[in-house]
């Protein structure tokens, strides 16, 4: 299928080409994959560079990827199920599921080895793990004491890979918060402790939720926390952005094996994924909540999990302190696992009100714009490349849109026959 068919200018695509082309060719990113659709139907595929540029083998369609936090939205969907099905709550508290998060404490002064600590104002919720104003952190932020004490409890950067969910979990809960539940909007590890939350009420492993609830059902045959001895030729190489010389540098270190059987299974992180799976993921998403025949959700919830949540609407540097993440989002909103777009010109965007996305650390991405139809992926393996890539990816793709172009019914196709 061609772009003209779903609405796009070929000609003012080939720009978005040459600007990947540009990352490709200076090391920066030695190899990214985009597929643009509108209406599930794929009218852009562009693979460029190498997956692996040591071995010489180039991205291809069928590459795998590892997505990190584009786990999240995967978690989010699984959570919102049981939702829907009346086994849990948006507003009970995380200690009905979790006794360690009973009491929990909020950070007030101190060194991280011998913080002072008062009781939380108010309980730690499902909605707040959902909208990431739990008061968790992440170890890898060196923001604040809350982060050190993480680090100094062994929660630093890989280090959360080894256990389990619910090691994790008690781990956390015996910790200090960064503020109480509700008060900010802070990225964390709050997906993860979700994720424990559906192990408990769905009695089920996190992986066994997500290939039974949502991949078996999807067709995401390709999509999983471990690859099988004959795909790993089609893994991407891993890569981290060395600052110095501007180029992306092999990081084998950075990352476990991917064919032996894990005991921990991420929430926030840890899945692999194709963009022929990943296309699917989000067209369900566009199609709220079903493809091809199969419900996961219903159009409602799909629609308050893509509204945005923080009290007053407004976006999540205006909740947040200082810091890298929330840095990045100005004029976007959070709703229940997405950032939403709230305020194009805040944002200096093009894109449209109410597209809904997130990322992964080492450049995966997605969004989905619901009033344009349009769900568009895109893949690199580097870890810590902080440019502006994301906001440059959106404006290629939308200064491309034709005048009047409008994608029409909502049949799928794969990636590979785009």
């Not at 969907?77 to 709550?89: D, F, N, Q, R």
């Not at 007030?108 to 959902?130: D, K, Q």
């Not at 080492?362 to 009033?371: Q, R, S």
Request: glycine share 10%; proline share 6%; hydrophobic share 40%.
């Amino acid at each position: 299928m061609s772009p003209e068919e779903i609405g796009f200018d070929s000609t003012r695509l080939e720009r978005l080409e040459r600007h990947l082309q540009r990352y490709v060719d200076s090391g920066s990113r030695p190899g990214t994959l985009v597929v643009i659709a509108r209406g599930g139907r794929v009218g852009y595929v562009r693979a460029q560079g190498l997956r692996d540029a040591e071995q010489d083998l180039p991205v291809e369609a069928d590459t795998i990827w590892r997505i990190y936090s584009m786990t999240k939205p995967v978690t989010s969907v699984a959570a919102l199920m049981l939702w829907e099905e009346g086994l849990l709550s948006l507003d009970d508290p995380v200690a009905r599921y979790l006794p360690a998060f009973e009491g929990v404490r909020v950070y007030e002064r101190g060194a991280a080895a011998a913080p002072v600590t008062r009781p939380a104002r108010s309980e730690m919720t499902i909605w707040h793990l959902l909208t990431h104003t739990s008061g968790l952190t992440y170890s890898g932020w060196h923001e604040h004491p809350v982060d050190e004490a993480y680090r100094n409890a062994g929660l630093d950067r890989g280090a959360t890979d080894e256990g389990t969910l619910a090691d994790l979990a008690d781990r956390l809960g015996a910790l200090p918060l960064l503020c109480d539940p509700g008060s900010e909007w802070n990225y964390s590890h709050s997906t993860d402790v979700l994720a424990r939350v559906v192990e408990v009420v769905s009695g089920l492993s996190l992986e066994d939720v997500f290939r039974s609830r949502i991949f078996e059902p999807l067709g995401m045959h390709e999509t999983g926390y471990t690859i099988a001895e004959s795909q790993v030729e089609r893994l991407a190489a891993l890569y981290a952005f060395d600052v110095e010389s501007g180029r992306a540098r092999p990081a084998p270190g950075q990352d476990r094996s991917r064919t032996e059987p894990r005991t921990f299974t991420g929430g926030g992180h840890g899945l692999v994924s194709t963009a022929a799976d990943y296309h699917r993921f989000t067209h369900m998403l566009l199609r709220g909540g079903e493809l091809d025949g199969v419900r996961l959700l219903s159009s409602r919830t799909v629609e308050l999990m893509t509204t945005n949540h923080l009290p007053g609407d407004v976006d999540i540097p205006s909740m947040s302190r200082p810091g890298v993440v929330s840095a990045q989002f100005p004029g976007h909103g959070f709703g229940l696992g997405f950032s939403v777009l709230i305020d194009p010109v805040a944002a200096r965007t093009i894109a449209t009100r109410g597209a809904f996305a997130w990322s992964g650390a080492a450049g995966t991405e997605f969004w989905v714009d619901p009033a344009e139809e349009l769900t568009v992926t895109f893949f690199s393996q580097v870890l810590g490349d902080g440019g502006p890539l994301r906001d440059e990816l959106r404006r290629l793709v939308y200064q491309a849109l034709a005048p009047s172009g409008r994608a029409q019914g909502h049949r799928d196709n794969s990636p590979m026959s785009g």
